[in-house]
């Protein structure tokens, strides 16, 4: 594996007393799409502000390109932000904005002028050079924002919640733009969000951040199929819960009594956290299906009740009460051709198998 | 009448109560006459004249503005250490303060003037224009702190943090990015301690030595009948300087506020 353009090692950081993040290690690579992930107040934020520089570590190191950046100010570092609220000078044109940091480095005039064209073609504001930066619209300013941090060829772009104050639309398409414009220019990008579904679209690897620690850093879709445990399993996409006892089986495996489900034996793998008394098993919605007459290939069967039925059109949502359990599962189905959508109170036959299942601490 | 019009009736009887005494000021210090009464005789500068000619006025006139001008600076430097204060930073007994230092706002004056003249005497200083500058920035510091405090309010603060990750200095941040945005509320500020001290009587008639402001000369004259279009005529002056000062500083404010984009949310104007 080559050198990564971010190393943090160890990093605690405190406010007076209270503690905003706990021994936090991670190594992220040149050119990745690296995401901050967790709820609000988990520290994401705290720590791209230490990566950026605006606040100092009270414990551990930040690495970028092999350097140490203990005692570097952010002025002085190869890392540019993009924030929450864009900040642009009110008082400064677009391409005002985006000689900003060109002008402090004290780049010649005529290539300014060049380099901030060149940067606001590159985020699609070709031409709104002259605009005055405060008549511009959400999406634009995001977009000024981007081109003045980008057009200082960083090392790292820092995105502090970019995309929170966008409405939906603008927000799914920035999100592909911002994609894109990651894979055009090559630079490492570090987004912070509370939005686990833009997390998984946009993102190389993601850390997801609890009361500052980092619980799991793991690709979007190691994420989402091998949670660590039952926090990171609630908090990327949605986890239905079962009680489970469980011993020891051949190879590692784990027999296993699923409450509601029944009898299965667990592969080592599915239980990505190791287990312990507090394990029940987790099994994600899309992970079990409703059995209608003619389609009855299951690896297992088991039976319920359904006790709510969400129709979306392309796809059906269920809560079954499966036998012998309370709180219901959610099971989600596509409505393929000629498949029949069940209603309130009707029994439901549910196929599973090994595979469904995760042992979550 | 119905009640639209009363009020409308209303309004009109207010503003002339208002603004009708303040009216007669340049009326009279164009009339060709030493007795200040209706009906007129004809027009004059001669009143203007005579303030030209009268040493005395310029000497206070003089007093005046070191004292205005002092004022506006000390009391906003002041504003904006503590406007800064407040809206960046949390620190103990922060509402107390900011509370105490606006309490001014309130004080009746001559109470200001009264024991600011027994705290000098007592600490054996002597009285001077130096003396009215302090009780006049004890006056003005508040309306420079409510001025500020919204300029720096408005101020993102990601906007300095950006200007330093863009690679600036603080020091160039500060001027640069800082201090355009909330120059015009600095200016505002100015302008409006300057004119407050400027008109300020009680203060200045007790803490002045032997060298009058403005205002107290007035005061003084007034026992002069023939002096009064003169006064008039000084007064006509200083009416249309105020409301220049005010004017100006108020197109400062909504300048600012426009600048930063936020919405116009009423001034002293």
């Known amino acids: ?361 | 009448m119905n009640p639209s019009k009363w009020f409308k009736f209303y309004i009109a009887i207010f503003l002339v109560f208002l603004y009708a005494p303040a009216l007669l000021l340049p009326v009279f210090a164009f009339n060709d006459s030493s007795i200040v009464a209706f009906p007129l005789k004809g027009f004059t500068f001669n009143w203007f004249k005579v303030l030209w000619e009268t040493e005395a006025l310029h000497a206070s006139a003089k007093n005046s503005l070191i004292i205005a001008l002092s004022t506006a600076v000390i009391a906003t430097t002041l504003g904006t250490l503590a406007a800064r204060a407040s809206a960046r930073y949390k620190f103990p007994g922060q509402k107390g303060v900011m509370g105490f230092i606006m309490i001014p706002l309130v004080l009746p004056e001559i109470i200001v003037g009264v024991s600011l003249l027994v705290v000098i005497l007592q600490l054996g200083f002597d009285l001077s224009l130096w003396s009215i500058v302090l009780g006049h920035v004890l006056i003005c510091t508040p309306f420079c702190v409510a001025i500020l405090s919204s300029a720096f309010l408005n101020l993102d603060q990601s906007l300095e943090e950006a200007s330093f990750d863009l690679g600036q200095t603080k020091f160039a941040t500060f001027w640069l990015v800082t201090m355009p945005l909330v120059l015009p509320g600095i200016v505002s500020s100015m302008l409006i301690s300057f004119t407050i001290s400027l008109d300020e009587f009680i203060i200045a008639f007790f803490l002045a030595g032997t060298e009058p402001t403005l205002p107290v000369y007035i005061w003084g004259q007034l026992r002069f009948p023939q002096k009064l279009p003169s006064l008039m005529a000084l007064g006509t002056v200083l009416l249309v300087l105020s409301m220049t000062l005010l004017a100006t500083a108020e197109y400062f404010r909504r300048r600012s506020a426009r600048k930063t984009g936020i919405e116009d949310a009423g001034g002293f104007l």
Not at chain 1, 71 to 98: C, L
Not at chain 1, 244 to 271: H, K, M, R, W
Not at chain 1, 332 to 347: H, I, K, P, Q, Y
């Open chain 1, 1 to 361: 594996m080559t050198e990564p353009i971010i190393r943090l090692s160890g990093i605690d950081k405190f406010y007076g007393d209270f503690q905003a993040l706990y021994d936090v290690n991670a190594e992220i690579q040149k050119g990745e799409f690296f995401s901050l992930l967790g709820p609000s107040g988990c520290g994401k934020t705290t720590l791209l502000r230490t990566i950026a520089g605006f606040e100092d570590v009270s414990k551990g190191t930040v690495e970028i390109a092999g350097q140490s950046m203990e005692d570097v100010p952010a002025n002085k570092r190869p890392t540019n932000m993009v924030f929450q609220s864009y900040a642009i000078f009110p008082h400064m044109t677009v391409a005002e904005n985006v000689a900003y940091g060109l002008k402090a480095r004290k780049m010649p005039k005529d290539q300014i002028a060049t380099e901030v064209s060149a940067a606001l073609k590159m985020v699609g504001l070709a031409g709104y050079g002259d605009r005055a930066s405060h008549a511009l619209s959400g999406g634009q300013r995001q977009r000024v924002a981007l081109a003045r941090a980008l057009v200082l060829k960083p090392k790292v772009l820092l995105l502090d919640e970019p995309l929170s104050a966008l409405d939906k639309k603008m927000r799914e398409q920035m999100q592909s733009e911002l994609r894109h414009l990651q894979r055009a220019v090559g630079i490492t990008f570090i987004l912070v969000t509370h939005d686990q579904e833009e997390a998984l679209t946009m993102s190389d690897r993601i850390a997801v951040m609890f009361d500052g620690r980092i619980g799991q850093l793991a690709s979007p879709q190691e994420l989402y199929r091998r949670p660590v445990n039952r926090k990171v399993a609630e908090f990327i996409g949605v986890m239905n819960f079962l009680d489970v006892s469980y011993t020891a089986g051949a190879n590692g495996a784990f027999d296993c009594d699923i409450n509601g489900l029944g009898q299965v034996t667990v592969p080592a793998e599915q239980a990505p956290g190791g287990v312990d008394a507090s394990v029940t098993a987790g099994v994600r919605p899309e992970m079990l299906t409703i059995l209608s007459g003619e389609n009855t290939r299951t690896e297992r069967e088991a039976a319920g009740t359904v006790s709510d039925v969400y129709y979306f059109g392309d796809m059906t949502y269920y809560d079954v009460k499966l036998d012998g359990v309370d709180k219901p599962v959610t099971i989600s189905m596509r409505n393929t051709a000629g498949r029949t959508v069940l209603g309130r109170d009707d029994r439901a036959r549910v196929g599973w198998g090994a595979e469904s299942v995760l042992l979550l601490k």
